[in-house]
Each structure stands twice: as C-alpha cells, then as structure tokens.
C-alpha cells in the first residue's frame, strides 16, 4: 500500500495546501469510491482508442504491453487477446482489486507513474495510459511519470495516451441545474447540483493557470477533482522535450488532428507518440 503525504507549503501570512497535494490525493480518493470503480468496469473502448489500436496494430500484437491506469480492466480484455505479455498498472488498490477479480491469471500491478521501479529499463513495446489518467498528477509528477514511461519503453517503442484539451470549449464551467418535468429526475439533478455547486466553490480556489498548462476544477465527478489541461502545441513540446516524437493525434469523434487543428468541441486530445531511436 502506497504512503500519501500532506506536503505544506508556508506562504505568509498563512498557510495552504501545495496544489501537488490536492491534485493527487484528492483525486485518488474519489477513484477509490466503490460506485466509480463500477462505472469504469463497465466502461467501453473509445472511438479514438478503437481507430488507434487497429491502426497500429502491429505494435500491439505479441508485444511487451505496459497498460498505466488500467483501472477496472476497460482496456484488458482488447490489449490481453492480442498479447498475453501483458501488465495492467494503477494506483488505486480498489481498481487493481476488481480487475483481478474479472481477469483470473492477468498480471495486475498497484504503482505509480512517477515510480515505475517494477519495470524494467527498456522492456515494453507499447505503452497506453488511457482515460486522461496522466491529468490526475500535479505538472511536476506528470514529468516524472512521462521520464518513467520513457525509460521503460524500448527503442521506438509506442505511446498512446489522452489529455484534456485546454482549447476545449467547456474546460471552464460553472454548476448548473438540468430542468426537467421528471420529478424524481428534477430531484436527482436538483441534488447534483447542490453537490457540485458545494464542490466547486471549495475547490476552485485551488485552480492554476500557467502557460503551458492549467489546473481546473472541472465538473468530473461533480466538480471533486483537480484536473491538468494542456494544448495540443503545449502538449508536443512537452513530449518532445523528454524524448518522444507526437506521430499523431485524434479527437474524442476519431478524427486526425493537425497542430493548427480547430479542436474546442473535443473534450480530450488522443496523442500517438513515439520514443526516438
């Protein structure tokens, strides 16, 4: 079992929590409720992630698979029938648990991104950090977790992930209240609402805004999380700056992108990247 810390930071006159802090723990947290592991166990495959994996199917199969916040095991079943050399990684233990529980014998690893020490140097073909996972870490610990994804692949080796678009039309967004005739549905929205609203004024204080990225209080999960979102142009420089070159990019319908791509309907941005040789 993984140790979290409560990392302070003194700022006179008082005292706030780091935002290292809030944008991991806090978002562990809620991937540990028992009713979010449901709903991702019974997540299905995106588009995007459906045109990428048989488009590139040929660094998949029979391959070393490295599969980073598997979670309930939504990318198993597709990754494990084509390669058997096949690990699914995620941090919180209730996921890892209900995977387990689905895929008798499939090798399942509680870790961190930012520590991949189970793996070794250059091991794996193909990496897949799905579902934005790597924008539930703090800016610096995402750094950490792509210098550990990079170390483990091997010459060339793939990495497919998701980010959440920062060009996205609704990245910003305030609580509001779904009117309906229903009125046990008018109750259940009224209730979301009421959390959210409760949420986000909690947690938007912790918001970050910098130039290659922002910090959002964003409405997953109503409004508990602190989220990373990046550009596309921010997001390539990033990569290229650790090693990997972008090969493509797919919004959330499947369509390729280009850097100059108008993009502000897609919630995320799906990335092909490649480890240079």
């Not at 802090?21 to 991937?31: L, P, Q």
């Not at 918001?207 to 922002?214: D, K, M, R, S, T």
């Not at 990569?239 to 493509?248: A, D, H, N, S, T």
Request: hydrophobic residues 35%; positive net charge; charged residues 25%.
């Amino acid at each position: 079992m993984y140790v979290f810390s409560l990392i302070i930071k003194v700022e006179s006159p008082t005292r706030r929590v780091s935002h290292h802090f809030i944008n991991w723990s806090m978002n562990k947290k809620n991937y540990e409720k028992k009713h979010i592991v449901s709903s991702y166990a019974h997540s299905q495959l995106q588009k995007p992630e459906l045109i990428i994996f048989e488009k590139y199917q040929e660094h998949i199969r029979g391959k070393c698979l490295l599969d980073i916040g598997c979670g309930a095991g939504r990318t198993t079943s597709y990754l494990y029938n084509l390669s058997k050399n096949y690990r699914g990684v995620d941090y919180s233990l209730e996921m890892i648990e209900a995977s387990r529980v689905r895929f008798k014998g499939v090798c399942f690893i509680q870790g961190d991104v930012r520590s991949l020490n189970m793996i070794e140097d250059g091991l794996c073909d193909f990496v897949l950090f799905s579902y934005n996972g790597l924008d539930s870490v703090s800016h610096e610990g995402r750094l950490m977790g792509l210098r550990e994804i990079h170390r483990v692949l091997c010459r060339n080796g793939m990495f497919v992930f998701s980010a959440h678009n920062r060009n996205h039309r609704e990245a910003s967004s305030q609580p509001r209240v779904t009117f309906t005739l229903n009125v046990p549905t008018m109750i259940s929205n009224i209730t979301k609402f009421l959390l959210s609203t409760y949420n986000h004024t909690r947690n938007k204080k912790n918001q970050q805004f910098e130039e290659e990225y922002c910090i959002l209080n964003d409405r997953a999960h109503n409004y508990a999380m602190l989220t990373y979102y990046i550009d596309k142009k921010s997001q390539i420089s990033q990569l290229m700056k650790i090693g990997f070159e972008v090969i493509e990019m797919f919004d959330t319908f499947g369509n390729v992108l280009g850097q100059g791509s108008d993009d502000g309907d897609s919630a995320w941005i799906y990335y092909v990247a490649r480890k240079r040789g």
